[in-house]
């Protein structure tokens, strides 16, 4: 009998109209374009002005697009995965608005918080179900509206992130396409290097919470830097030799768009030439979990059936990982 595999057939994105130029930030915060570029890679990221509208707005237009690629009706689904920094709400759940507003009424749905590497870690728990036999449609989402907890008087963080999502329909496949293989870290991270202090159980929302600036995210530049270049790179590197394959044997780096530096890092410990790693932070900035699957989405037109990707991400928590798969949609 042959192996159950988790094959993506479909991928969606979504990304507000509004760009934020770096030449934006210039009047916002002390900072200008040569610098965000030469250090980050970032030259323009979207923006979900609209105050209504939260990451579930973004997730559930990324995930109609994955769907109608996949010429699947919501109906089909059996679950949904929404990896997110920020959701609507602590509760519900982002993903349980997104099942209701696109029909898919036979889907059971959550969130999974696990910072810039979430889509990843979904993307594994949604594979896992369909190996096991027991789903067989699976919507794994990408998602964040970064703007919402960014500080636009903080240079060292609101230059970095962007809004933006992706979306890919998992199925149940007989064939060698799918995903193979997968690695994921975790160091618990007590000195909190990339987190959000105020909003949860420790510091509820206050008035001095607000009047400190708890309620936007904060970050040790240098720190987080240092270990994501080496964690991505590593982990990249580490899932290539379980699975005995050779630069040659790669088709595709996707990683997660936090830096260029870091990417390029990642590519040459992996030995992997630059004309296949897959950057777009240059337009969307950091988009926390949207970023692996808006690359999946930009690049769709250019993947083969057969095609070796590594996709590889870090993040807050401390939390890293990469999952081989192969192409076959």
């Known amino acids: 009998m042959s192996q159950i595999r988790a094959k993506i057939t479909g991928v969606g994105k979504f990304l507000p109209d509004h760009i934020m130029t770096n030449k934006d930030l210039e009047d916002l915060v002390d900072t200008n374009d040569e610098w965000i570029r030469s250090r980050t890679g970032i030259s323009e990221r979207r923006i979900l002005k609209d105050p209504d509208k939260g990451t579930s707005f973004i997730a559930e237009h990324a995930a109609n697009d994955a769907l109608n690629d996949a010429g699947l009706d919501a109906s089909e689904l059996d679950a949904i995965i929404v990896a997110t920094v920020t959701p609507d709400y602590l509760f519900p759940a982002t993903a349980c608005l997104v099942q209701r507003r696109i029909g898919a009424d036979n889907a059971y749905a959550f969130d999974l918080s696990a910072a810039c590497s979430g889509f990843l870690f979904a993307l594994t728990n949604g594979g896992n179900m369909i190996e096991s036999g027991r789903a067989k449609k699976v919507l794994v989402i990408g998602a964040d509206k970064m703007s919402s907890i960014l500080d636009y ?173 192969k192409w076959g949609k």
């Open 153 to 325: 008087t903080d240079r060292t963080t609101c230059i970095l992130f962007g809004d933006g999502g992706g979306a890919v329909v998992l199925e149940a496949s007989d064939s060698e396409a799918g995903i193979i293989d997968y690695v994921h870290h975790t160091q618990g991270d007590d000195e909190c290097m990339l987190y959000q202090p105020g909003g949860g159980s420790i510091n509820p929302a206050t008035v001095e919470t607000v009047e400190n600036r708890l309620h936007y995210l904060r970050q040790d530049g240098k720190s987080v830097f240092k270990k994501a270049t080496v964690g991505m790179a590593d982990v990249s590197l580490e899932i290539m030799e379980r699975n005995n394959l050779s630069p040659d044997d790669i088709s595709w780096l996707v990683p997660h768009q936090a830096n260029l530096r870091i990417i390029d890092a990642t590519a040459r410990r992996m030995g992997v030439d630059k004309e296949k790693v897959m950057i777009n932070i240059n337009k969307y900035g950091n988009t926390t979990s949207g970023t692996i699957p808006l690359c999946l989405h930009d690049w769709k037109d250019q993947l083969n059936e057969g095609d070796n990707l590594i996709l590889s991400a870090f993040g807050g928590g401390l939390t890293w990982g990469a999952i081989y798969l």
